[in-house]
């Protein structure tokens, strides 16, 4: 009986953290990318300037100096006046994953209302090699396609970095 109930308790403390896992999923735009109409996780209604930065490196240093860009531009004109994403594909994604030595920058910088998107084919070949899909940062937006998303936001004015 012991081992029953022993059993049945870790068989709940499973469930939940299945559960807390499928609550604190990525945002998604699998299903809603649209080419024609962006959308975005948080509104910029005054922002007069928007930027898109690609991160397709495995370069830490490279990470760093995109960051950089990041703050130096909400800096030089203020989380109200710029719209920022950060768009990650290829050897680039490994900034957006869990453990990354960059997460509390991208999670003060996502406070400040910086997108992070996460190319999703480039999750699916990471998923091959892995037998999972990589396990990403929790402000981390799940795209179909990082460069697709970079022609989106450049056909609608967002000026194109890479660093």
Same mark, same amino acid.
């Given at each position: 009986?012991?081992?029953?109930?022993?059993?049945?308790? $870790? $068989?709940?403390?499973?469930?939940?953290?299945?559960? !807390? $896992?499928?609550?604190?999923?990525?945002?998604?735009?699998?299903?809603?990318?649209?080419?024609?109409?962006? *959308?975005?996780?948080?509104?910029?209604?005054?922002?007069?300037?928007?930027?898109?930065?690609?991160?397709?490196?495995? !370069?830490?240093?490279?990470?760093?100096?995109?960051?950089?860009?990041? *703050?130096?531009?909400?800096?030089?004109?203020?989380?109200?006046?710029?719209?920022?994403?950060?768009?990650?594909?290829?050897?680039?994604?490994?900034?957006?994953?869990?453990? !990354?030595?960059?997460?509390?920058?991208?999670?003060?910088?996502?406070?400040?209302?910086?997108?992070?998107?996460?190319?999703?084919?480039?999750?699916?070949?990471?998923?091959?090699?892995?037998?999972?899909?990589?396990?990403?940062?929790?402000?981390?937006?799940?795209?179909? !396609?990082?460069?697709?998303?970079?022609?989106?936001? *450049?056909?609608?004015?967002?000026?194109?970095?890479?660093?």
């Amino acid at each position: 009986m012991r081992r029953l109930v022993q059993a049945a308790a $870790g $068989g709940l403390i499973l469930l939940g953290a299945a559960l !807390s $896992g499928a609550a604190r999923a990525n945002p998604s735009m699998l299903r809603t990318f649209n080419l024609n109409h962006p *959308e975005f996780i948080s509104s910029h209604p005054f922002a007069t300037t928007h930027v898109v930065i690609q991160v397709s490196e495995a !370069s830490p240093a490279v990470w760093t100096l995109a960051l950089n860009n990041v *703050e130096n531009l909400l800096g030089s004109l203020g989380q109200n006046r710029i719209q920022i994403v950060v768009v990650a594909f290829g050897p680039g994604l490994r900034i957006l994953l869990a453990g !990354s030595p960059d997460a509390a920058r991208i999670q003060a910088m996502s406070v400040e209302g910086v997108e992070f998107d996460a190319c999703h084919n480039t999750m699916e070949r990471m998923a091959k090699k892995l037998g999972h899909l990589p396990v990403l940062l929790p402000q981390a937006v799940i795209v179909p !396609s990082g460069v697709l998303r970079i022609i989106q936001l *450049e056909t609608h004015g967002f000026t194109y970095i890479r660093p």
